[in-house]
């Protein structure tokens, strides 16, 4: 099983921009999908963006689509989420997951490793 440690959250204003990081660690993440979720306070963990480690292919949540991207670095072993654009209504904890699942999922209960999450606040 992969250890998932996320890094970048912080407080930023309405319209700026953040780069979280999740280190992937303890086996290549070759094979494996990437998801972010957020959780924000009192609700249920969501899925934000997601990535194939080997193929590439990315995908998103409706609200963040066109403002985050995802993207990993082989060399680094690192999934990024470049969020663009933010919003009050981003402000939440933001977790990296990662499962040895061949297609996107979305899902919280298909991921077995998480991070331990990074506070994301965006302020009006």
Same mark, same amino acid.
């Given at each position: 099983?992969?250890?998932? !440690?996320? %890094?970048?959250?912080?407080?930023?204003?309405?319209?700026?921009?953040?780069?979280? %990081? *999740?280190? !992937?660690?303890?086996? /290549?993440?070759?094979?494996?999908?990437?998801? #972010?979720?957020?959780?924000?306070?009192? =609700?249920?963990?969501?899925?934000?963006?997601?990535? +194939? #480690?080997? /193929?590439?292919?990315?995908?998103? $949540?409706?609200? !963040? =689509?066109?403002?985050?991207?995802? $993207?990993?670095? +082989?060399?680094? +072993? &690192?999934?990024?989420?470049?969020? +663009?654009?933010? =919003?009050?209504?981003? &402000?939440? !904890?933001?977790? *990296?997951?990662? $499962?040895?699942? =061949?297609?996107?999922?979305?899902?919280?209960?298909?991921?077995?490793?998480?991070?331990?999450? &990074?506070?994301?606040?965006?302020?009006?």
């Amino acid at each position: 099983q992969v250890q998932l !440690v996320e %890094s970048g959250g912080g407080l930023v204003q309405a319209g700026g921009s953040l780069r979280l %990081s *999740c280190a !992937v660690s303890g086996h /290549t993440p070759s094979g494996y999908i990437m998801e #972010w979720f957020l959780q924000a306070p009192g =609700k249920e963990r969501e899925f934000v963006a997601g990535i +194939n #480690w080997t /193929t590439y292919i990315r995908y998103y $949540s409706d609200p !963040v =689509k066109g403002r985050f991207t995802i $993207s990993r670095d +082989n060399a680094q +072993n &690192t999934v990024f989420l470049q969020m +663009n654009s933010l =919003k009050p209504e981003d &402000t939440a !904890v933001y977790y *990296c997951a990662a $499962s040895r699942g =061949k297609s996107a999922s979305r899902s919280v209960a298909d991921f077995g490793s998480w991070g331990q999450g &990074t506070q994301v606040t965006v302020s009006a």
